[in-house]
């Protein structure tokens, strides 16, 4: 034997069981067993939502006994009772900021535009010498545009009677005529 023929023994026989592998795989891979995925799961039905009326029980009427009935109310505005100091300390502040916020031009443009109305309540906190040193909202008009300009408006207000007072509660109203 030669050198060459002894050299080539060994590829010979890689050779010869790389091929008889690749038959038994493919001989083999008939009788294997091929594995399906497995089928999503159902998905649940849409679920779908009717708003309908609720039936409401019928209301009974009401009616008020002739003897309990009342006289109409008049929608004139109360006037205080005699008895009733126009003249207090709250009174004179309130007329005292009043006068001063008919003077300012503080309705904001886009509530006039939009017509908003409304009555916003600020609590004022006063220096010794009735200017507003602070504002706050206490009850909202229902749009924070107006609440906003009745909070700038009354932390402008200066040199107010205040005659001792410290604070109080004002109503700025938002009203279009």
Same mark, same amino acid.
């Given at each position: 034997?030669?050198?060459?023929?002894? !050299? /080539?023994?060994?590829?010979?026989?890689?050779?010869?069981?790389?091929?008889?592998?690749?038959?038994?795989?493919?001989? #083999?891979?008939?009788?294997?067993?091929?594995?399906?995925?497995?089928? $999503?799961?159902?998905?649940?039905?849409?679920?779908?939502? *009717?708003?309908?009326?609720?039936?409401?029980?019928? =209301?009974?009427?009401?009616?008020?006994?002739?003897?309990?009935?009342?006289?109409?109310?008049?929608?004139?505005?109360?006037?205080?009772? $005699?008895?009733?100091?126009?003249?207090?300390?709250?009174?004179?502040?309130?007329?005292?900021? *009043?006068? =001063?916020? !008919?003077?300012?031009?503080?309705?904001?443009?886009?509530?006039? =535009? !939009? #017509?908003? =109305?409304?009555?916003?309540?600020?609590?004022?906190?006063?220096?010794? !010498?009735?200017?507003?040193?602070?504002? *706050?909202?206490?009850?909202?008009?229902?749009?924070?545009?107006?609440? +906003?300009? +009745?909070?700038?408006?009354? *932390?402008?207000?200066? /040199?107010? /009677?205040?005659? #001792?007072?410290?604070?109080?509660?004002?109503?700025?109203?938002?009203?279009?005529?």
């Amino acid at each position: 034997m030669n050198a060459r023929s002894a !050299n /080539s023994i060994p590829l010979m026989l890689a050779l010869s069981c790389s091929l008889a592998l690749h038959v038994a795989l493919l001989i #083999g891979t008939t009788h294997w067993e091929v594995k399906k995925p497995a089928p $999503p799961p159902p998905t649940p039905d849409a679920l779908l939502a *009717r708003l309908t009326e609720a039936a409401l029980p019928p =209301q009974p009427e009401l009616a008020l006994p002739a003897e309990a009935a009342s006289p109409p109310v008049s929608r004139k505005k109360a006037k205080p009772p $005699p008895d009733a100091p126009t003249d207090s300390p709250l009174a004179t502040l309130t007329a005292s900021a *009043r006068q =001063q916020l !008919n003077r300012l031009d503080f309705y904001p443009l886009e509530a006039i =535009q !939009n #017509g908003w =109305q409304g009555e916003a309540w600020v609590r004022i906190f006063l220096d010794e !010498n009735g200017n507003v040193i602070a504002a *706050r909202l206490e009850a909202s008009s229902g749009y924070p545009l107006l609440d +906003a300009a +009745a909070v700038n408006a009354a *932390r402008s207000l200066k /040199s107010l /009677s205040h005659n #001792g007072l410290d604070s109080a509660l004002l109503p700025v109203r938002f009203k279009l005529e």
